[in-house]
């Protein structure tokens, strides 16, 4: 045996056929293959849904002119608001409101390269 997990057909008829261990390791393979595409079709699936679920506003037209000198170009800066559950143990808290419960501010820089040479 050769290692490679093919056998030769002891009839001689030139047929290679795999043995125990070349069939295991076919199935093996074959197994995670689907496992892999499964996995990357769930997330793919998983990221279109939440990616969809983003709502984006342009403020620059309801800003005016008179703003200032953009020292970072290129950055976001990005504000995500939610509002939190109120069931369970945490009812008995804000009843009636309707302000939103939770900001997150967050910058994200634009890095430039600088190639002096």
């Known amino acids: ?13 030139g047929k ?4 125990r261990r070349g069939r295991f390791l076919m199935w093996s393979a074959g197994v995670c293959s689907v496992l892999v595409l499964g996995v990357a079709g769930v997330g793919a699936w998983l990221y ?11 403020l620059d ?3 005016g002119g008179s703003r200032p000198v953009n020292l970072s170009p290129g950055s976001k800066n990005i504000l995500v608001v939610g509002s939190d559950s109120r069931d369970g143990d ?3 808290y804000g009843k009636g409101l309707t302000t939103v419960d939770s900001t997150a501010p967050s910058s994200i ?3 430039v390269e ?3 040479g």
């Open 16 to 19: 290679v056929r795999l043995t």
């Open 1 to 13: 045996m050769s290692g490679t997990g093919k056998r030769r057909d002891p009839a001689g008829s």
């Open 48 to 58: 279109q849904d939440l990616n969809g679920n983003i709502e984006g506003a342009d």
């Open 114 to 116: 600088s190639t002096a």
């Open 90 to 92: 945490n009812a008995e």
């Open 61 to 63: 037209n309801k800003l």
């Open 109 to 111: 820089r634009h890095r």
